[in-house]
């Protein structure tokens, strides 16, 4: 579905494509999709601008940023990527709204190796937490694999699979920076949705005794909220260029 024969087709074929498929599928290739674009407004946001001796300049690069989001530099697909920059953003924000009864409860601990910015660091935690509730949601994952019990199983293997094959093309990346943010919002990305799967497992955790029916790792807990930070400064990036683009005109 990404080429015609003719060699004329502007990509509307694979939405057209995609519209067909079920609602996980074009959820997933969405959230791919708006993890892509995040990664590529960091690119533009922190360009090589100038490598002078020693001094190398880096900076917001417009020009990439209209190559790579403009409607017209990309035939209408820039903006499709920015929604689902948005799309993924709005995903994320739900799953810290969804787990925050995990943290509050008073057997959670962070195990810093402090005990002072153990409880610090919770309590900076809880206030994000406390923000997203306050944020008016728009997104409801209730929707996603709501058919048989069979079918939804299968799915969500599905979806777990291909998550762990993106983390093992990132093995492949040369760059070490790359690899370690691009496997660390790939993990992010996986931890939300296993947030957003068990709010009934997460709803009936006990308040003073270890949890039996959901648990997060540490690993997990850095990914996701680190993951949420990257996209929260591509939103904030975005911003940017706006007013940059403006100011060009």
Known sequence: PLSSPEGGDDGESFYTWLEGLCLEKRVFYKLISGLHASINLHLCANYLLEETWGKPRWGPNVKEFTRRFDPIETKGEGPRRLKNLYFLYLIELRALSKVAP?????????????????????????????????????????????????????????????????????????????????????????????????????????????????????????????????????IRELQNFKVLLQQTR
């Open 102 to 234: 995990y943290f509050e409860r008073s057997v959670v601990d962070l195990y810093t190796g402090n005990g002072r910015e153990d409880a610090e660091s919770k309590a900076l935690l809880l206030d994000i937490f406390r923000d997203t509730k306050s944020f008016r949601m728009h997104f409801d994952e209730k929707s996603m694999f709501a058919g048989d019990k069979k079918g939804a199983k299968s799915l969500k293997e599905e979806f777990r699979l291909h998550f762990k094959n993106i983390s093992r093309i990132m093995d492949c990346v040369g760059c070490d920076k790359c690899r370690l943010w691009g496997k660390l919002q790939t993990q992010g990305l996986g931890t939300a949705l296993k947030i957003l799967f068990s709010e009934k497992e997460i709803q009936s955790l006990p308040e003073n005794s270890p949890s039996k029916g959901f648990q997060l790792t540490r690993q997990e807990i850095v990914a996701l909220v680190n993951a949420f930070g990257r996209l929260s400064t591509s």
